[in-house]
């Protein structure tokens, strides 16, 4: 069964690029300073076959802002940082933006945000590095 997360935001993805090799991916700086559940929320979801690891989520559901997603080790590590930025960045909050996150794909190796806004739109990572994907 596919967990899903409900949070609140509506974005289009921006993300950095994926490392060559045997690179280090470099980790963005967070947008966010701490979660306080008002200005910054913040979710997460356990991934199931792995040690441990842990996607975390975190957005502004108040504010014309992005999200960011985390994919995280047992021990903490950002492993991936996605930082997707808002669609429509209007600066105003009289509407809500609801997004579902989940984990999907034939080898659970997708994750799918569905977002409605102002408009419906769905978007798709690859789990291994955070990437875009078309499908």
Do not use: C
């Amino acid at each position: 069964m596919s967990a899903i997360l409900l949070a609140a935001l509506t974005m289009v993805a921006g993300l950095a690029a994926e490392p060559k090799g045997g690179e280090v991916p470099v980790i963005p700086e967070s947008w966010f300073s701490k979660v306080d559940g008002e200005s910054v929320a913040g979710q997460f979801l356990d991934l199931q076959g792995t040690e441990g690891e842990r996607l975390l989520v975190r957005y502004s559901p108040i504010a014309a802002t992005g999200v960011e997603i985390d994919r995280v080790s047992k021990d903490g590590r950002v492993i991936w940082r996605s930082q997707i930025k808002l669609k429509e960045a209007e600066a105003h909050s009289i509407y809500i933006k609801t997004v579902w996150v989940r984990v999907v794909g034939k080898n659970k190796d997708k994750i799918r945000l569905e977002i409605q806004g102002v408009e419906w739109q769905q978007e798709v990572l690859d789990l291994k590095s955070g990437s875009l994907t078309t499908n």
